[in-house]
């Protein structure tokens, strides 16, 4: 059973428009989410992550938003540059348990100058 | 669903002992990969296999590491002579292409004492 979903594999947006990815999961023990960038060949690299206390959280251009009762949450990007094509990753953690990051399969996301 | 399996979930070793991760890719992708993550730290690439062969790799994956393919069915990873920096979590994931598709197993915990 896959915990964490993104059904979009890929999302193309025009540049200076906003991206949102979208992550949904099913594990009810998750309490901390995490947005991770790919660049190809290299490691995901940290974005920003949300506390399952918390609804929102902004950094810069990039904005996570969950909706626990949805099990739903989503990785704002405004506006959207070239620079930020690349795969996204949501993951989520028990951090009172496993520990163990449990990925999604990730979302390909194409900013067009 | 189909899994990317690693076994064992957890490990422990004595500094300077040969180790070996193992890894069930999902059965029709192509590309293959282990990271590794240190407590508290970044995911980190390690490296790529493609074809058989080691596509990229970075420069954590020194001489005391390789990958293997030997049967069609497991990918594994191997570290020569284990130091106590190699503890981390490691991750293998397998994807159809390289752009997206990432499944991610649930991690192997090496512990190096």
Not at chain 1, 83 to 96: H, I, P, R
Not at chain 2, 1 to 21: A, D, F, K, N
Not at chain 2, 39 to 55: A, C, M
Request: hydrophobic share 35%.
């Amino acid at each position: 059973d896959q915990q964490v979903k993104q059904n979009s594999p890929s999302l193309s947006v025009q540049e200076g428009r906003i991206s949102i990815l979208n992550c949904d999961y099913t594990n009810s023990m998750f309490d901390y989410f995490l947005w991770y960038k790919k660049y190809p060949a290299e490691g995901p690299t940290f974005l920003i992550s949300i506390s399952s206390i918390k609804d929102k959280n902004e950094d810069g251009r990039f904005t996570v938003f969950l909706n626990k009762s949805a099990k739903h949450l989503s990785l704002h990007i405004v506006p959207s540059q070239p620079g930020d094509s690349a795969v996204y990753f949501c993951a989520a953690v028990n951090q009172g348990g496993s520990e163990k990051l449990v990925f999604g399969k990730g979302t390909k996301l194409t900013v067009n100058p | 669903e189909p899994e990317v399996t690693q076994t064992p979930s957890h490990q422990v070793t004595q500094m300077g002992q040969e180790v070996i991760l193992r890894c069930v890719p999902i059965s029709n992708h192509l590309y293959f990969y282990w990271y590794r993550q240190i407590l508290g730290q970044k995911v980190e690439f390690l490296v790529s296999f493609y074809n058989n062969e080691i596509s990229e790799k970075s420069e954590i994956f020194d001489d005391q590491f390789s990958v293997e393919r030997p049967d069609g069915s497991n990918f594994t990873l191997k570290i020569r002579s284990t130091k106590l920096e190699d503890s981390a979590m490691y991750f293998c994931a397998s994807s159809l292409n390289q752009d997206a598709g990432y499944t991610f197993g649930s991690g192997t915990r090496l512990t190096v004492v």
